[in-house]
């Protein structure tokens, strides 16, 4: 698996991927960071889109993106197309995401969550560690939710908006893009984009 990025999101997702599936070989992408070339001194970094194409060419099209930051994250996922990158998806085999969900490309569910049935995973959702993605909901493209927070059902949650850690969305709320939702917060009542809630 080709991962982009790696900062703390990328070894996460590295993490588990080994944990899952110890024989899968995994390479990162940095092109800020121009120094370092390994990872954990066994992970190849590449640094150019050149390194990229011929990834894609020889190994495998696959990648995920794992930069927090839902507006870079979205904006390299479509550069990376643009190589000939085919956007997958990593869901850890200690989550569990009910069969009747719908999932895009480019998510990660960390182990621990829980998707039920019927939510909706849009294009580049990152899920963290231990949350809870309530029936008929849904997240659209680039949004991320921090490690411990409960979406409740029938839930809508807009584009590039980020959901605290541990914090609780009640049933039925919808939450506009862009919109920052602090840690521990407790949301009843709808949200409108461009909005923060500390």
Sequence with gaps: MLIIGTGGMAREVAS???YDNPQSKVFFYNNIDLEQHLLWNKYAIYHTDIELIEHFKTVEKSFICCIANPLIRQRLIERIQKLGGELGNSIS?????????II???????????????????????????VAIGHDSILHPYVSVGPG???????????????????VI???????EKVRIG??????EDVPSNSKIN
């Design 16 to 18: 588990i991927v080994e």
């Design 93 to 101: 085999t200690r989550a569990h995401v009910s069969p009747m969900s």
């Design 104 to 130: 895009e490309k480019g998510v990660v569910v960390q182990p621990g969550s829980v998707v039920a049935s019927d939510a909706t995973l849009k294009t580049g959702v990152f899920i963290n560690a231990l």
């Design 149 to 167: 927070a409960k979406i409740l059902g029938n839930v809508e949650i807009g584009a590039h908006s980020y959901i605290g850690t541990n914090a």
């Design 170 to 176: 009640m049933p039925g709320v919808k939450i506009g």
């Design 183 to 188: 840690v521990g917060q407790i949301i009843t």
